[in-house]
């Protein structure tokens, strides 16, 4: 899975730091999200999944086109 | 989705006296007939309910614009609250010079502060096994902190308090009182600025920052920043103690979730989240709206206002399960309380940390606090606003202050 920030979207709300910090970092000045991990990490989908979903401005793009490896 | 020129009407008054105690049964009724309508009171008003719509109209700024002010009727103050009654491109000088003030680094270094002023105020009661968690602590949290940051005196939050309130709940009640209490602390804020501007330099404060930052060679002026000022108080204060009423309430009712969160306080983020949005304490804003246009098949005309209901919103059953259950482990929760689009809450990050910090402290100072059942549990007698608690008496085993006590 990889993961973006649409940045003209993002407004620093911080929903997506409190639910996956590892790959969502928040800018000094004023906490607007920067990715900080792609791919991410398989342990991480789910926390992404839940900062994507919580993200009061739908800030959050995720690619799932490479999430699931073809079955053995 | 059809469009018709017969206009879905409604007798919302948001500033009702019957509304204030509950105004969530109006709100759903609403949301499901007619999520955009319009009311003829105060002049006339859209009043906006539907999640999809609310959020529609926050983020399209150039339609639905701040400038021409976010209260309805206007709060009777001559000038506007900034940078909140202001657009693009005013808009973000104003948010550049005071993002970094309020950013999550901010509120990390502002948690030592938060955890002295929560830690004194505990002191202050604990030996005595009961408590009012809104008149003593709650309130005056978020009011010592945000004169501390403006660099205004912090032991006069009483007098501050006093008058914001009046500020925030009369204005459509009693405008003269509304506007004498406006005055007072616009005064008490100039001789700040006065101050500042005497010294020569900047300082650390919120004030200094503000009279010292300049964009493209040029200064605030005096009103700005005396506009910037009061709503910093105004934001803050109440908003932040509901949210911290809110809270103490549910926590004090639900002994199994109190102790759960005590035992484990990673939870106390999450739950925060839950009550800002079941309980949303900022209930709604106005917006105004700049060109005809179409919102959810109504016609709004340009000029004509809009009550964005953003509590509402976050009850909205198309976008939550079960919205009327408070669930402390809500996840994913895309809740809007500090609401979306360019105005996102400025004090948000900094209100959470004091919710969280004084949950937390309040988990382990006194960890067997209840709100008895009886007791009663008044609220500001005006929700347009600001809903909250006006007063939570609780009862806990008496402790040890902590000598920290400075």
Redesign the interface.
């Known amino acids: 899975m990889r993961v973006s920030v649409r940045a003209e979207v993002c407004?620093?709300?911080?929903?997506c730091?409190?639910?996956a910090p590892e790959v969502f970092g928040?800018?000094?000045?004023?906490?607007h999200s920067e990715v900080l991990l792609n791919p991410v990490p398989e342990h991480l989908w789910t926390a992404v999944e839940?900062?994507?979903?919580?993200?009061?401005?739908r800030a959050i793009v995720l690619d799932k086109a490479v999430e699931r490896r073809p079955a053995e | 989705m059809s469009t018709t020129d017969v206009r879905a009407m409604t007798d919302f008054d948001h500033h009702s006296p019957e509304l204030a105690p509950d105004p969530f049964p109006t709100y759903a009724e609403l949301r499901e007939k007619c999520p955009v309508a319009y009311s003829e009171k105060w002049g006339g008003f859209w009043v906006i309910t539907g999640s999809a719509e609310v959020i529609e109209v926050a983020k399209d700024d150039d339609t639905f614009c701040s400038g021409q002010g976010v209260s309805l009727p206007t709060i009777g103050q001559a000038r506007p609250l900034l940078p909140i009654e202001s657009d693009a491109p005013r808009f973000r000088v104003y948010r550049q010079a005071l993002d970094p003030l309020f950013s999550p680094k901010a509120a990390e270094r502002l948690e030592g502060d938060i955890r002295e002023i929560v830690t004194e105020l505990i002191d202050g009661f604990i030996e005595r096994g009961s408590v009012d968690f809104i008149t003593e602590l709650g309130q005056i949290i978020p009011a010592r902190l945000t004169l501390r940051m403006l660099g205004l005196e912090e032991k006069e939050w009483e007098w501050f308090l006093e008058r914001i309130h009046i500020g925030v709940h009369e204005s459509a009640h009693d405008l003269d009182t509304s506007v004498d209490a406006l005055i007072e602390v616009y005064a008490a804020i100039a001789e700040g600025l006065e101050d500042r501007y005497d010294r020569g330099e900047p300082g650390t404060d919120v004030i200094s920052h503000l009279a010292y930052f300049e964009h493209e060679g040029e200064r605030f002026s005096e009103e700005e920043i005396l506009d910037i000022c009061l709503l910093l108080l105004f934001g803050g204060l109440d908003t932040t103690a509901s949210l911290i009423g809110r809270a103490l309430l549910h926590l004090g009712r639900h002994p199994e979730l109190r102790d759960r969160l005590a035992a484990d306080p990673s939870g106390v983020p999450l739950a925060i989240s839950e009550y800002l949005r079941f309980e949303t304490p900022v209930q709604a804003l106005g917006r105004t709206c700049t060109r005809d246009t179409v919102l959810g098949g109504q016609h709004i005309r340009a000029g004509e206002k809009l009550w964005v209901v953003w509590a509402s919103a976050n009850r909205d059953a198309t976008a939550f399960e079960n919205p009327d259950v408070i669930d402390i482990d809500r996840n994913p929760n895309r809740h809007i309380a500090f609401g979306v689009g360019i105005h996102r809450c400025l004090g948000s990050n900094i209100a959470r940390s004091m919710a969280n910090v004084t949950v937390r402290e309040v988990l382990a100072r006194i960890p067997d606090f209840e709100v008895p059942d009886g007791v009663e549990l008044p609220r500001f007698h005006d929700a347009s606003v600001v809903f909250g608690l006006t007063s939570l008496p609780a009862v806990f085993s008496p402790g040890a202050p902590s000598g920290e006590r400075s």
């Open positions: 407004q620093g709300h911080t929903v730091h409190m639910n928040l800018r000094e000045d004023d906490g839940m900062a994507a979903d919580s993200c009061p401005e």
